[in-house]
């Protein structure tokens, strides 16, 4: 579980390095218009959303397979996190925005490293557990 840990932790800092990246990718390319599938363009929630999926994704192609693992056992547990971390981004702020009337930087960004640092936690139960070779989790995972 160790070496697990210890490869998800450097996912979790990878994913947010690339991810806060992302965030002034649009704007330091001058509004590359392709780049808008990726990167955020404004300020919305949505687009936050990207600078977690995209540097997940990317994780979740890369990352040296667990022992007695496939790449689809992996892909699974990565679309639970990838699921996960998305709620709880939505959930943290909307939660935080409601009670203080409005959003502040500090909260945001560490609203985004808790939220992928749980996801990363989460695949890493998934793969050990066994879990992501579940039918219904597997499903779920790789929808």
Known sequence: MTRLLRVEAIGAISIIFIGSAMHFAFGCLRDWTPLALVAAVNESIWEHLKLAFWPGVLWAWIMPLPP????????????????????????????????????????????????????????????KSGASHNSFVFVLGTL
């Open 68 to 127: 007695d693992s496939s790449r689809w056992e992996v892909l699974s547990a990565k679309g639970m996190s990838l699921a996960i971390t998305a709620i709880l981004i939505v959930k943290i702020f909307t939660t935080y925005t409601a009670i203080l009337g409005r959003n502040l930087l500090f909260l945001d960004i560490g609203t985004f490293v808790l939220a992928i640092c749980v996801g990363q936690l989460i695949s890493a139960l998934l793969l």
